[in-house]
């Protein structure tokens, strides 16, 4: 039984650590991804919402049906992507984006910790930062 709606969530990771994104007026950070459109492909979607959040291009895309999580908004269908290039804030709905390495404390809405354990098993086997800027603010 499904609980929200279906939002394609995708795993981004380099270098040890995972892409997160977080929305403008929001403070915890989540994991990239949106809603299905109809009759949309949950792999497209994925693609499609980093495309049009981070500008980024995607390389491969693999459903990980089995890291899917139910949340009370909504249904989080997983999916790992490889990028190509840097994310940059390109959407009106994203504020920032962080590579994230499973070990700092910041503020993470309920599914990232769920999705991102099940995804490496352990959050420390995420292992050390990617080398470079970590965060990037929108700017205005």
Do not use: M
């Not at 892409?19 to 693609?47: F, H, I, M, Q, Y």
């Not at 459903?63 to 990028?83: P, Q, T």
């Not at 994230?100 to 490496?120: C, P, Y």
């Amino acid at each position: 039984l499904q609980s929200g709606y279906p939002r394609a969530t995708a795993i981004v990771a380099q270098s040890g650590s995972v892409l997160l994104v977080r929305e403008r007026r929001k403070t915890a950070w989540s994991l990239p991804g949106g809603r299905l459109n109809r009759d949309e492909p949950v792999l497209s979607a994925a693609v499609r919402e980093l495309w049009e959040e981070l500008g980024v291009r995607t390389l491969r895309a693999e459903r990980l049906g089995h890291h899917d999580y139910a949340a009370s908004r909504a249904h989080h269908l997983v999916c790992l992507l490889e990028i190509e290039g840097e994310p940059n804030v390109r959407s009106s709905e994203i504020e920032a984006f962080h590579w994230w390495d499973g070990i700092e404390k910041i503020d993470l809405f309920s599914h990232v910790n769920v999705i991102a354990k099940r995804f490496t098993g352990t959050r420390s086997q995420l292992g050390p930062p990617a080398p470079g800027p970590y965060s990037r603010e929108a700017t205005d």
